[in-house]
């Protein structure tokens, strides 16, 4: 059974106070590898500009679970795009960094912590993936705002979520100052409509696909796009979704990336498009 996130706290919002034990909760920590590769080719992709620019190129994977395989990953995916980039994986289950100890190596560590990044400097990239998924909606805000207040200028903040082997993938990515954009990848062939990408929102927008809000409306503009491409789909699942992309584009929606992402089954759309409503 996953826990109640205890209350967590950070400049602006009401809760417990900060300690020096870490913050947050332990989680159920299962995951798999190659589970994070579609938020770990976006990062290595659109987004390495933030880490080749890093004064110091210090990472994040913070919540990486029962096992560190993910944390693995990212180090050898990153260290293509900078080779002394530095990767520390944080977990708040002691026994899960004793488990990790021995894959330390140049570059790669690991801590036991939580929200707080018991790091030392600022780092240009945090990922939490499946982590908030496992607090609740009004933890959001104050534990965004507590890892936004730790990162390197130009730093990113990734809150993400995906099944169980990363074919469903759906994160946020904020700066210091506020959430920028939804990112959706999906693997072609794992899904009857674009909507059922649904499942795996971020906790921030979980329980806000509903009539009304405007995540609900992209939701239903995907589906809407995807079934009017019809015609397109005996050229395979790929045309498709780019054919979907682009109408939703031409729709209106401000969607910041192009053809070359779309192929990857990617689509990335301004936050304040999909914000929750108050």
């Not at 790669?108 to 912590?113: I, M, N």
């Not at 979520?161 to 939804?182: K, Q």
């Not at 995807?226 to 979704?241: H, I, V």
Request: charged letters at 25%; hydrophobic letters at 40%.
């Amino acid at each position: 059974m996953v826990q109640k996130a205890e209350r967590v706290s950070g400049p602006g919002t009401t809760g417990r106070k900060l300690t020096g034990r870490p913050v947050g909760n332990v989680t159920r920590g299962t995951t798999n590898p190659n589970r994070m590769r579609r938020v770990d080719r976006w990062l290595a992709g659109p987004q390495a500009w933030r880490l080749r620019r890093a004064a110091d190129p210090l990472v994040v994977d913070l919540g990486y679970g029962a096992t560190p395989a993910t944390s693995v990953e990212l180090f050898e995916r990153l260290s293509a795009v900078r080779p002394d980039v530095r990767v520390c994986g944080i977990e708040i289950e002691p026994e899960r960094v004793r488990a990790a100890l021995p894959l330390q190596r140049p570059g790669l560590s690991f801590h036991v912590g939580g929200f707080e990044l018991p790091v030392p400097g600022r780092p240009a990239l945090v990922r939490a993936f499946n982590v908030l998924r496992q607090y609740e909606e009004a933890d959001v805000a104050g534990i965004w705002r507590l890892v936004q207040g730790r990162l390197a200028p130009g730093g990113l903040f990734i809150d993400g979520t995906c099944d169980e082997i990363g074919r469903r993938v759906t994160w946020v990515a904020l700066d210091a100052e506020r959430p920028l954009s939804l990112s959706m990848s999906v693997r072609f062939g794992s899904f009857d409509l674009p909507s059922d990408v649904a499942e795996r929102l971020p906790k921030a927008l979980i329980h806000r696909n509903v009539p009304g809000e405007p995540i609900h409306a992209l939701m239903q503009a995907m589906d809407k796009a995807w079934l009017e491409c019809a015609p397109l789909a005996s050229f395979g699942n790929r045309q498709r979704w780019q054919a979907m992309c682009r109408a939703l584009r031409d729709a209106g929606w401000p969607v910041q990336d192009g053809p070359g992402r779309w192929r990857l089954g990617e689509l990335t759309v301004d936050w304040e498009a999909v914000a929750p409503l108050p």
